[in-house]
C-alpha cells in the first residue's frame, strides 16, 4: 500500500482545507459547525467539520475521529484525508462518518487542551456528579506538573521528581492522578471541565442526527503519544467479556487489546473517566451495539512525553508573553513530541492508519448479532 507523507500538514487550517477537499472529491456530504467565540491565532473561523459517506438511514456506521487532544489532530487529520482519497466501496447499508478537529482550538494553538483548558478527553461526565478529586497524591502531582519557570534544565527534574512519587505513592496511584482526568485544578492536567464543552455538545448534537437508523456502530479516535515509535498502540473501552470486545478483537487482534505495556505499570492502565468515545455511544440509540475505541500513533518514551504536557501547560500558563527564543524552542520541541516530522514515521503510521481503517470497516460490515 503506497503512502504520501506529504497529506501531513503543518497547521490546522492546511489540514482542514485538505480534509475538505479530499471529502468534496469523493462526493461526501460536508457541514460545518464553527465555533461561536474561539478564534485561530491568525483571526480565522474555527470548525468542527464533518464528512458523510453513505446513506442517512444507514444502520452500520463507522465514525472516524481527529483532534480530541487538539495539537495531534493534525495526524489524525491525515489518516482522516488519506482514508477518503483510497475509500472503499460503501453498500447501501453502511456509513462512514468523518469527524475533523474534535477540539478545532487545539489542533490551531498547538494545545492539547481546549479554549478552556478542557481535556476534551475527560470532558464527557456527568459534571454534578463529580466530587473533589484533590486528594494528597493529586494534588503533589499536578504541583509537580505546575513550574513556576521552565526550561530544559528544569524538565528534566520534573522526571526525577515524578520517579520519586511513584516511590511515594506507588505506580498506579500516580499514573491515574496524572493521566485518568481531574476535575478540580483548572489550571493543571487532564482537566476535565466543570460543565461540557462546546465541543462536547456540539458532537452530542452531530452523532445524535447522523446516527438515528444505527444498530452496529464503530468510534475511533485517533491520537498519538503512547506507545513505541511508528507503531500503533489500541485503547479499547468495552468490556473484555462484551459482544463488541470480541468483534474488535477479531479485526486488530487480542494481542494488540490485551497489550497494556506501554503505561508501564504491569497489567494496569489508567481508570480513565469522561472519555468521548463512550460519552458519544450514549447518544447511539437504545440497543445499539458499538466499538468505542482510541489508536495512538506511538512517538516518544513516557518521560519524554510527561515533559511535553508539562510544557505545553507551562506556555498557557506560565511563560511570558510574547515567548522568548528560549520558550519557542520549547514549544517546536513540544510539538516535535506530539507530531514528528521525521518521514519515516509519518510513512510507517500512515500505512497503519490506513490498513486500521480498512480492515476496520470490513469487520462492521461483517458484524452480525
Known sequence: MSVDV??????????????????QEVGAVIEHHIHPTSRAPDGSVLAIDTARVGPRDA?????????????EGLSGSAAQSAFLRSLPVVPDFAAILF?????????????????????????????????????????????????????FQVMQGVSGAYGALIEKFGPERVLNAATAGQYSFPKGLNFGGQSASWSNSTLRSIIRAHAASVTKAVFLDWHTGLGPYGELCYLCFNAPQSGAYQSASSWWGPEALDDTSAFETGDARPDYSGLLVQGLAEELPAGTESV?????????????????????RWLRFGAPQPLSVESEELKAWMIERFYPSDPAWRKAVLKAALEVQNRTFQGLLEWSD
Open 59 to 71: 444502520t452500520h456506521l463507522f465514525v472516524i475521529l481527529s483532534g480530541t487532544h487538539g495539537l
Open 99 to 151: 469527524v475533523h478537529a474534535a477540539n478545532p482550538y487545539g489542533v490551531a494553538h498547538c494545545s492539547r487542551g481546549n479554549e478552556d483548558n478542557i481535556d476534551l478527553n475527560r470532558n464527557f461526565v456527568d459534571h454534578a456528579e463529580i466530587q473533589s478529586d484533590g486528594n494528597e497524591v493529586q494534588s503533589e502531582v499536578q504541583a509537580l506538573f505546575a513550574p513556576e519557570n521552565l526550561d
Open 292 to 312: 468505542k475505541a482510541v489508536i495512538e500513533f506511538g512517538t516518544y518514551d513516557n518521560m519524554e512525553m510527561l515533559g511535553a504536557l508539562v510544557t505545553d
Open 6 to 23: 506529504s497529506i501531513f500538514e503543518r497547521e490546522y487550517a492546511a489540514a482542514r482545507d485538505r480534509f475538505l477537499s479530499e471529502a
